[in-house]
């Protein structure tokens, strides 16, 4: 069965630090998400993508933070300056469409911040 | 979205029915219920979900009350590996509907 894949699965950096996490979504998915989740709390939403574009972001987006889909196959979260706070489960998810398809998760980036 | 409830945890023997409820008493026309679980710290993983019918696949059923103000997910015969945290979503089907997790139900399967 297709899979949300995420690389890496643990990314070890300094704080003030530029990361990249990585996600490949399902192949003819079409629709592209980000959440994260904080040791012990909710997954929470952070931006969705569709067509090269941000659909929507959470406060928790702040210009820290940014999307792309450099090509056909990845989807990719960058961090400019990571704080202590950002250290986190971060999940990539993706649909084929909207309305009533459901959103299919990837395993997850642990994020940890020094 | 429409806020869901579900009971902080529960317990169930492993090969009986596993029922967890879900009240989505302000559920809108167009917010489908979806369920999802996640064990430890993995990616949450997609169960089932519907709009007003009774949906069942390979993994779960799920049933929705005819005024869709709640639901059950139903795991016919539990297994130790379906211990996990389990997540009642209500989300429209306009846009890009994020998905809104709450805290879910902690199931353990007790063999």
């Known amino acids: 069965e297709p899979e949300v894949t995420q690389t890496p699965s643990h990314q070890v950096t300094q704080m003030g630090q530029e990361v990249i996490l990585r996600c490949v979504p399902i192949?003819?998915?079409?629709?592209f998400y980000w959440y994260r989740q904080i040791l012990g709390q909710k997954v929470e939403f952070l931006v969705s993508f569709y067509n090269n574009e941000i659909s929507e972001k959470s406060e928790i987006f702040d210009d820290q933070f940014s999307v792309e889909r450099p090509d056909g196959s990845n989807f990719t979260l960058k961090i400019r300056s990571t704080k202590l706070e950002d250290s986190a489960m971060y999940f990539c998810a993706s649909t084929f469409m909207t309305g009533g398809q459901p959103q299919h998760f990837g395993d997850g980036t642990r994020l940890s911040i020094l | 979205d429409a806020k869901t409830t579900q009971p902080t945890s529960m317990d169930c023997a492993e090969g009986r029915a596993a029922n967890l409820p879900c009240n989505h008493s302000?559920?809108?026309?167009?917010?489908?219920v979806y369920w999802y679980r996640q064990i430890h710290s993995q990616g949450p993983q997609y169960i089932i979900h519907g709009l007003k019918n009774n949906e069942t696949n390979e993994m779960a059923s799920l049933i929705i009350t005819e005024d869709r103000k709640s639901s059950t997910l139903i795991l016919p015969h539990a297994t130790l590996r379906d211990t996990a945290v389990y997540y009642c979503?209500?989300?429209?089907?306009?846009?890009?509907?994020?998905?809104?997790f709450g805290t879910g139900t902690r199931l353990t399967i007790i063999p």
């Open positions: 302000t559920i809108s026309g167009n917010e489908y």
């Open positions: 979503i209500a989300a429209s089907n306009f846009g890009n509907e994020k998905l809104t």
């Open positions: 192949s003819n998915h079409l629709y």
